[in-house]
């Protein structure tokens, strides 16, 4: 069965400090990635997207990266974050099979200060 | 935008059917309805989904209308577990052809089961 992972589970970090967020599937190959975000008490924003390693497609323009460097990894960073990165981050996998469903993981929740 | 509209909160006995009902009115014809739940703090559950028939699966039942404009989730007998907020969401595609989709969330609605 597949499942996927995010690290860390919650993140504390001050104001113009770098940011890594990395997240890893297992279980199944060529997985369709995405981030998403959840500002509190809203619902979730599709920020990237990843068909294939290196490949990535930004949803909206922000202060944040997105890269792919092996096939099941998925990374969110940032140069200096800013207080409006605060969230609740999701990593979620699709199968690359038309019409197929995204999985989410459990969510890295960023404070930033 | 969300493309969807739902009651923001309902509330359902223990042991008793839960409806939740969701408006979709501009959906397309090649977009699917889906519906996740998400207990605090957690990443969204997914639970079940649809394109013009009823679906039903080992935690829920989805009704849609033969108009697609709007849907109902079943929770048959619904469990104190069942407290989250439930998403009803228009999945689009990103790429045409492409296997790539967008789920557009919107609120929600907060589903309290009372014992």
């Known amino acids: 069965s597949q499942t996927i992972h995010q690290w860390p589970a919650t993140l504390v970090q001050p104001v113009g400090s770098p940011l890594s967020l990395e997240c890893t599937v297992e279980?199944?190959?060529?997985?369709?990635l995405y981030w998403y975000r959840q500002a509190a008490g809203r619902g979730l924003q599709l920020l990237f997207y990843s068909v294939g390693i290196g490949q990535i497609s930004s949803e909206v323009p922000q202060n944040l990266s997105a890269s792919r460097p092996q096939d099941r990894q998925f990374i969110l960073s940032s140069k200096k974050l800013l207080l409006s990165d605060s969230g609740f981050y999701l990593c979620?996998?699709?199968?690359?099979?038309?019409?197929?469903?995204?999985?989410f993981g459990p969510g890295t929740r960023l404070t930033v200060l | 935008d969300a493309k969807t509209t739902q009651p923001p909160s309902m509330d359902c006995a223990e042991g008793r059917a839960a409806n939740l009902p969701c408006n979709h009115s501009t959906i397309s014809g090649n977009e699917y309805v889906y519906w996740y739940r998400q207990i605090h703090s957690q990443g969204p559950q997914y639970i079940i989904h649809g394109l013009k028939n009823n679906e039903t699966n080992e935690m829920a039942s989805l009704i849609i209308t033969e108009d697609r404009k709007s849907s109902t989730l079943i929770l048959p007998h619904a469990t104190l577990r069942d407290t989250a907020v439930y998403y009803c969401i228009v999945r689009v595609p990103l790429r045409y052809g492409g296997a790539t989709n967008k789920l557009i969330f919107g609120t929600g609605t907060l589903l309290a089961v009372q014992p």
């Open positions: 279980g199944t190959s060529n997985p369709n």
């Open positions: 979620a996998w699709s199968s690359s099979e038309y019409t197929d469903t995204q999985y």
